[in-house]
């Protein structure tokens, strides 16, 4: 009998935590799911173009025909004053709170990052675990209108990439908070994780954003991205290598790294050397031996 309680106090509790999905809840507000940030076009345009993804009440669930989202594009001198535009749209109060994802374009992220960072590290609704990405060749504008493959939104979809992310190696994972953490602590320096749009407008997640100095300063490809993550992240990835026998492929679940300092040439130089055991199927001919 007790159990029985017990079990049906944890329901009501759980039922009642604020914060979780309500249907009541979702028709009085307008949730704000994903952000993206460009450089608006001309001399006197304003500041900031963005876009915002919201959620659309009707289309969130499974059986509906409807979109889940919608996507609305608005042009101001900050990203407040975008979001006060964005509510004279609106019927009902929009809210940061379920803000999981802000992207960002490549030209705007060439541009000082500080403003922006600083918005979304002061906001009092914004969760400290959102992701953040950085567009190569494209604007987030044209991101955040791509049609998610298996979500009812692409805040979702984009989140849900994230997840997979720890087995990845040719991916940088870097989460709202941390790089920002990171550009303080490094003089504006970070790694950052990047997207891309390809053909048939479908988002694809791979390599990294460079920063120097608060702003875009280039893009690592996938091989150099798992070169980074070898020395600086905490990953699990499959590594491609060569001999005599065929290719091998490794799977590397544990790693250290040495990084060993230079100076003989006068310049300071450093060799890093990552150690690893291996777990590894083999590609073809006979199963090599491990090394």
């Not at 500080?114 to 992701?131: G, L, M, N």
């Not at 791979?206 to 020395?231: M, P, R």
Request: proline share 5%; aromatic share 8%.
């Amino acid at each position: 009998m007790h159990k029985v309680f017990s079990i049906l106090l944890i329901a009501v509790v759980l039922l009642t935590v604020p914060g979780c999905w309500d249907v009541e809840d979702m028709r009085n507000r307008t949730f704000i799911t994903a952000i993206g940030i460009d450089a608006a076009q001309g001399p006197a345009a304003p500041k900031y173009k963005v876009t915002f993804e919201a959620l659309r009440p009707s289309g969130v669930r499974p059986d509906s025909q409807t979109a889940g989202n919608l996507i609305q594009t608005l042009e101001a001198d900050s990203i407040s004053m975008a979001i006060e535009q964005l509510q004279a749209r609106f019927a009902r109060p929009t809210t940061l709170s379920h803000l999981t994802v802000i992207v960002i374009g490549e030209e705007k992220a060439k541009e000082d990052f500080q403003d922006i960072a600083d918005y979304f590290s002061r906001h009092p609704e914004v969760q400290k675990r959102i992701r953040l990405m950085f567009v190569q060749q494209g604007e987030a504008m044209d991101l955040l209108k791509t049609q998610p493959l298996f979500e009812r939104y692409l805040a979702a979809e984009l989140v849900t990439m994230a997840h997979l992310e720890p087995q990845q190696s040719i991916i940088k994972t870097n989460p709202f908070i941390e790089f920002l953490l990171d550009l303080r602590t490094n003089e504006g320096k970070a790694l950052a994780s990047r997207i891309l749009v390809a053909e048939g407008d479908i988002p694809i997640r791979h390599g990294a954003a460079v920063f120097k100095q608060w702003k875009l300063a280039g893009w690592l490809s996938s091989s150099e991205t798992q070169a980074a993550n070898w020395i600086v992240g905490d990953i699990e990835g499959t590594v491609e290598s060569e001999s005599n026998d065929g290719l091998f492929t490794y799977f590397v679940k544990k790693k250290s790294v040495r990084i060993l300092p230079d100076t003989g040439s006068g310049d300071i130089r450093f060799t890093i050397k990552p150690e690893f055991p291996r777990f590894y199927t083999y590609a073809g001919g006979s199963t090599p031996s491990s090394r």
